[in-house]
């Protein structure tokens, strides 16, 4: 008995196994998304960047519970060469455990998208970044390098890119006007109103 049970076991394994290896020639939105691992793939607010003829997928790779919005892991790679079948590289940039650091756990990460640079022979990593504890306040960009693609990348410095600076044909009535000093609920009609009024553009041309 326990020789047929030992038995059994290892054919489930091994069917496991196939069918999270098994190539797929489609996806279905909505659907989990699964990696060559199996695991439903972790990767959101994602860039994709195509190299040497593999697509890289970088995204913020979320947990579950209220500090999901928050960077508790870090920057999640995958690769492909179809864009359907996905498989893990790891963690690209992690977060970092020094309470000083801008990327700290506990830190926002968001909209990662990376793009190789020829004349350094490096690969750079932009991403939307916000200080522990500050919510959306700090509106800056975090820049990040590695020489491989994968990463793992080293954390090099946050700025305000666009600081003083109004993007091309934003329409000279919106230029003026309060910014929210207080926060306002995402998604909510006051924040979708001052979306349309300017104000989080107002707000993204403070000082650096």
């Not at 999901?68 to 455990?97: F, Q, R, T």
């Not at 756990?105 to 504890?133: D, Q």
Request: glycine share 10%; aromatic share 10%; proline share 8%.
């Amino acid at each position: 008995m326990m020789l047929h049970r030992t038995v059994l076991l290892t054919i489930a394994c091994a069917v496991a196994c196939a069918q999270s290896t098994q190539k797929v020639p489609t996806f279905r939105p909505g659907e989990i998304w699964r990696d060559n691992h199996g695991v439903h793939i972790n990767a959101h607010g994602g860039g994709i960047l195509l190299h040497d003829g593999t697509y890289y997928w970088f995204g913020e790779h979320k947990i579950a519970g209220p500090l999901g919005n928050s960077a508790m892991v870090g920057v999640h790679c995958y690769s492909s060469h179809d864009l359907y079948n996905w498989n893990d590289e790891g963690i690209a940039l992690p977060v970092s455990k020094d309470p000083k650091s801008d990327i700290v756990a506990g830190s926002i990460i968001e909209r990662p998208k990376v793009i190789y640079n020829a004349k350094t022979r490096k690969f750079v990593m932009w991403f939307h970044l916000e200080p522990k504890g500050a919510g959306y306040e700090g509106a800056r960009t975090g820049v990040a390098v590695s020489d491989r693609v994968a990463g793992p990348y080293t954390y090099l410095r946050s700025l305000r890119t666009a600081a003083g600076t109004w993007p091309l044909n934003f329409p000279n009535v919106l230029k003026v006007g309060p910014v929210p000093t207080v926060p306002i609920p995402q998604g909510s009609t006051p924040w979708m109103q001052a979306n349309l009024m300017g104000a989080i553009v107002r707000r993204l041309r403070g000082n650096p």
